[in-house]
């Protein structure tokens, strides 16, 4: 994950603390800023959870711990001087404590997927008779996989086409089909993108 030793953290500059600077691992978006010393850190490390230290509250403050928003840890790097962090994470929904994607104002377009992900596990965690997510997962993996299936070749059909509109339905209908499968089997989107990050390096 992170390719430094905590002990190279210049955190006497800060004195004691260092900027986190906090960003989307997949749609690259600056979230927020927050500040760490040692032990937020060293918790953050451990839970793969980001934790700050809170100046106002004078404490640990562990991203997300009353809203449920936290921020998954993917990699945390260490700035060429040193003395700052970059915190890589995966949302777990609105970086803001006002409700925004980010705390600079603006929403964090990317995030709808991870977003989508939660709202079709909660379906199958707490199944709903009036919502089609559970009907599907109410009806087992074969007629998930076969939903995939189908749906693909739909999209196929649309591509020698060229209606936009068809074209982009049916590529959504894939790929809210696609999690449901992932959901099914109890995988997770981050799980399918570590994999193409990995292919990428």
């Known amino acids: 994950m992170h390719n430094f030793s905590s002990s190279e953290i210049d955190f006497q500059k800060g004195e004691g603390l260092v900027p986190v ?8 978006a600056v979230l927020m800023l927050g500040y760490m010393n ?9 839970e793969k959870r980001v934790t700050f230290f809170s100046r106002s509250k004078n404490r640990l403050w562990t991203k997300g711990e009353t809203s449920g928003n936290f921020f998954e840890l993917i990699d945390l790097q260490l700035d060429c001087d040193q ?18 994607g980010t ?7 990317g995030a709808f997927v991870p977003y989508l992900e939660k709202v079709i596990q909660d379906r199958r965690d707490n199944p ?24 693909a070749v739909e999209l196929v059909i649309e591509a020698k086409d060229d209606n936009k509109d068809l074209f982009l339905n049916e590529a959504a209908d894939l ?26 390096q």
Request: charged share 20%; with cysteine; proline share 2%.
């Open 21 to 28: 600077i906090v960003q989307d691992v997949n749609t690259q």
């Open 103 to 109: 705390c600079f104002g603006t929403e964090n377009k």
């Open 175 to 200: 790929m809210y089909h696609y999690l449901v499968l992932l959901a099914a089997k109890g995988y997770s989107w981050e799980e399918v993108m570590a994999i193409l990050r990995e292919r990428h």
């Open 83 to 100: 003395d700052t962090l970059l915190a890589l994470v995966l949302p777990k929904g609105p970086a803001c404590h006002k409700g925004t």
């Open 128 to 151: 709903n008779d009036a919502s089609y997510t559970s009907s599907l997962f109410k009806k087992g993996i074969n007629k998930v996989a076969q939903k995939v299936g189908e749906e």
């Open 38 to 46: 040692q032990a937020a850190v060293a918790q953050t490390l451990a």
